[in-house]
């Protein structure tokens, strides 16, 4: 089930990140200022038949026009669709335009977002220190995966 960030979500949302993102994980304080910024733009992913039993398993924030800041899946999770299902939250919200940063090196991310109808935009130069960033971009609903 996809909805909004709860603060309850937090600790959960760390762990995924931690495991996701093990050499720059964005701390707490970074959730907590897009949850603030943003509580519409900060979007969970719930697994679970409810009764206590639900655990997040995927999170998704983005900006109002579509960038998306962060987005990320539980390693047990992964190619389940669940991250698709996040990205086209996003979609709907932003009537199919969005863009996002993705490290060059990272083949399964730049993968999934073409498959998604993001096309490369632009190569910004050592944007994450040690490596370039690739800008993709999804121009609107005539994209793939709307």
Same mark, same amino acid.
């Given at each position: 089930?996809?909805?909004? +960030?709860?603060?309850?979500?937090?600790?959960?949302?760390?762990?995924?990140?931690?495991?996701?993102?093990?050499?720059?994980?964005?701390?707490?304080?970074?959730?907590?200022? #897009?949850?603030?910024? #943003?509580?519409?733009? +900060?979007?969970? #992913?719930?697994?679970?038949?409810?009764?206590?039993?639900?655990? $997040?398993?995927?999170?998704?924030?983005?900006?109002?026009?579509?960038?998306?800041?962060?987005?990320?899946?539980?390693?047990?999770?992964?190619?389940?669709?669940?991250?698709?299902?996040?990205?086209?939250?996003?979609?709907?919200?932003?009537?199919?335009?969005?863009?996002?940063?993705?490290?060059?090196?990272?083949?399964?991310?730049?993968?999934?977002?073409?498959?998604?109808? +993001?096309?490369?935009?632009?190569? $910004?130069?050592?944007? #994450?220190?040690?490596?370039?960033?690739?800008?993709?971009?999804?121009?609107?609903?005539?994209?793939?995966?709307?």
């Amino acid at each position: 089930m996809i909805r909004k +960030f709860r603060r309850s979500d937090l600790e959960e949302i760390l762990r995924i990140e931690e495991k996701a993102f093990p050499k720059s994980p964005y701390d707490e304080l970074i959730f907590l200022h #897009y949850a603030s910024a #943003y509580p519409d733009n +900060f979007i969970v #992913y719930e697994e679970g038949e409810g009764k206590g039993t639900n655990k $997040i398993v995927g999170y998704i924030i983005f900006y109002p026009e579509g960038h998306i800041v962060s987005i990320a899946v539980h390693p047990a999770y992964r190619r389940r669709g669940i991250g698709t299902e996040l990205v086209t939250e996003v979609l709907k919200v932003t009537k199919g335009k969005a863009s996002v940063e993705v490290r060059a090196s990272n083949e399964v991310a730049k993968a999934f977002y073409k498959h998604s109808g +993001f096309s490369l935009r632009t190569i $910004i130069p050592k944007y #994450y220190g040690d490596e370039d960033a690739l800008v993709m971009v999804r121009t609107g609903m005539n994209s793939k995966n709307t």
